[in-house]
């Protein structure tokens, strides 16, 4: 009882703001889409309550497994259909081993709390759990992506789940980036938010000059950049690295950029205007990644 409570512990801030876990009937179907646990979730979509709760949504079978998986102390509710639960035996499972029941809801219930058109009949409730970036250095990373002013939450979860592919030790959304409790960012992971340490907030040149001090490089991927191959050959990309990317739109602004150790572009070869983000991201990320395990 005692690890249950405390798992439960970050919601008691949120008072009947969130009565998700509260009056459950065992056997019982939850079918009523108006009712106020049903709305609780729901709102989680939106940032405002997400702030005010310290929770939010994780959806699909295979990320409420990685999460269940990964962050059992973080989790909350568990509710799916029927149908999914018949269908993902692999949710029931990794559910009993974080001593959680599932739920199960009706179609129309799950529809209103998704954030998805065509939800997959599992959504889950899960506390935040952002790293301090103070721990994040004490571990010693050698790669690490940092994100500024990236907006966009499929891109900044597609890079998160580069960074986890890469082998990174962590990811940095600094200044204005976009929430990664947001369920298109939690989506575009795949459960990979719950892979790896993800630190929010903190101004870019306090972030870089930590990163700095703990022994990395600065490498900023932008236009107005070097080569990448040639950074390649010259060896510079085996140094254990933090990766600066910039807004999908504006890049990276000039006095960002300056607080660089160098600025690196990938090349394009074909016939493409440019490259989106993410995946300019993920090529960056890798070619460290390759570099770090050759050296």
């Given at each position: 009882m005692g690890e249950r409570g405390a798992r439960r512990a970050p919601v008691r801030s949120a008072g009947d703001t969130f009565p998700a876990h509260r009056a459950r009937y065992p056997g019982a179907m939850l079918?009523?889409?108006?009712?106020p646990r049903v709305r609780a979730v729901a709102k989680l979509a939106k940032r405002k309550a997400r702030t005010e709760t310290g929770l939010f949504l994780v959806e699909?079978?295979?990320?409420?497994?990685?999460?269940?998986?990964?962050?059992?102390?973080?989790?909350?509710?568990?509710?799916?259909?029927?149908?999914?639960?018949?269908?993902?035996?692999?949710?029931?499972?990794?559910?009993?081993?974080?001593r959680m029941d599932v739920e199960e809801v009706s179609e129309m219930v799950l529809a209103v709390m998704a954030d998805t058109v065509t939800p997959q009949g599992v959504i889950a409730v899960f506390a935040q759990f952002s790293t301090p970036l103070e721990d994040l250095l004490a571990a010693g990373p050698r790669l690490v992506a940092v994100l500024e002013e990236v907006q966009d939450p499929g891109n900044a979860g597609t890079i998160i789940r580069a960074a986890?592919?890469?082998?990174?030790?962590?990811?940095?959304?600094?200044?204005?980036?976009?929430?990664?409790?947001?369920?298109?960012?939690?989506?575009?992971?795949?459960?990979?938010?719950f892979h790896l340490p993800v630190v929010v907030g903190g101004e870019l040149p306090e972030v870089l000059g930590a990163l700095r001090g703990a022994g990395l490089q600065v490498l900023a991927a932008d236009v107005k950049g070097g080569d990448l191959l040639e950074a390649r050959e010259s060896g510079a990309l085996a140094a254990p690295t933090a990766w600066l990317f910039g807004n999908e739109a504006r890049g990276l602004r000039d006095d960002l950029l300056e607080l660089a150790d160098r600025a690196?572009?990938?090349?394009?070869?074909?016939?493409?205007?440019?490259?989106?983000?993410?995946?300019?991201?993920?090529?960056?990320?890798y070619e460290s990644a390759f570099a770090q395990r050759l050296d």
């Amino acid at each position: 009882m005692g690890e249950r409570g405390a798992r439960r512990a970050p919601v008691r801030s949120a008072g009947d703001t969130f009565p998700a876990h509260r009056a459950r009937y065992p056997g019982a179907m939850l079918d009523n889409p108006r009712s106020p646990r049903v709305r609780a979730v729901a709102k989680l979509a939106k940032r405002k309550a997400r702030t005010e709760t310290g929770l939010f949504l994780v959806e699909g079978p295979q990320a409420v497994v990685e999460a269940l998986r990964h962050r059992p102390e973080r989790v909350i509710d568990i509710f799916a259909t029927p149908a999914a639960i018949e269908r993902h035996h692999d949710l029931t499972v990794a559910a009993r081993a974080a001593r959680m029941d599932v739920e199960e809801v009706s179609e129309m219930v799950l529809a209103v709390m998704a954030d998805t058109v065509t939800p997959q009949g599992v959504i889950a409730v899960f506390a935040q759990f952002s790293t301090p970036l103070e721990d994040l250095l004490a571990a010693g990373p050698r790669l690490v992506a940092v994100l500024e002013e990236v907006q966009d939450p499929g891109n900044a979860g597609t890079i998160i789940r580069a960074a986890d592919a890469a082998g990174a030790d962590g990811v940095v959304l600094a200044g204005h980036s976009v929430d990664p409790y947001n369920p298109k960012v939690v989506r575009s992971t795949t459960g990979s938010l719950f892979h790896l340490p993800v630190v929010v907030g903190g101004e870019l040149p306090e972030v870089l000059g930590a990163l700095r001090g703990a022994g990395l490089q600065v490498l900023a991927a932008d236009v107005k950049g070097g080569d990448l191959l040639e950074a390649r050959e010259s060896g510079a990309l085996a140094a254990p690295t933090a990766w600066l990317f910039g807004n999908e739109a504006r890049g990276l602004r000039d006095d960002l950029l300056e607080l660089a150790d160098r600025a690196l572009v990938v090349p394009i070869y074909g016939r493409a205007e440019s490259m989106n983000l993410a995946t300019a991201a993920s090529v960056c990320l890798y070619e460290s990644a390759f570099a770090q395990r050759l050296d």
